[in-house]
């Protein structure tokens, strides 16, 4: 019905950037809510970054003023600029998205993951 893809991962060292994206496909009307989470080995998942649907956005402690989250409605694109980056950054990062399908339904869909790895 509607997937996501995620995109932009990578080793980075201390200090760099890595900028994700999350693309959805489907029959999808507009991107509304935005949220990145992350899992780092041994760790439970964390809510890193939010966007409401009118564009507030939200983000975490251990994140704020580093990364931003955005989305590009023409392409029902999502993206999160990681800057500054940490070794404790490293983690597997999730997007989930909450849509409005063409029908005008709400969806709610997950992207695969992609691996951030932060290291010297």
């Known amino acids: 019905q509607v997937q996501l893809v995620e995109s932009g991962g990578g080793l980075v060292q201390p200090g760099g950037s890595l900028r994700l994206s999350c693309a959805a496909s489907g029959s999808i009307l507009r991107i509304n809510a935005i949220n990145w989470y992350r899992q780092g080995p041994g760790k439970q998942r964390e809510l890193v970054a939010v966007m409401s649907d009118d564009g507030v956005t939200n983000y975490s402690d251990s994140v704020k003023g580093r990364f931003t989250i955005s989305r590009d409605s023409a392409k029902n694109t999502a993206h999160l600029q990681m800057n500054s980056l940490h070794p404790d950054d490293t983690a597997v990062y999730y997007c989930?998205?909450?849509?409005?399908?063409?029908?005008?339904?709400?969806?709610?869909?997950w992207g695969q993951g992609t691996q951030v790895s932060v290291s010297s």
């Open positions: 989930n998205v909450v849509l409005t399908l063409l029908s005008a339904e709400a969806h709610s869909a």
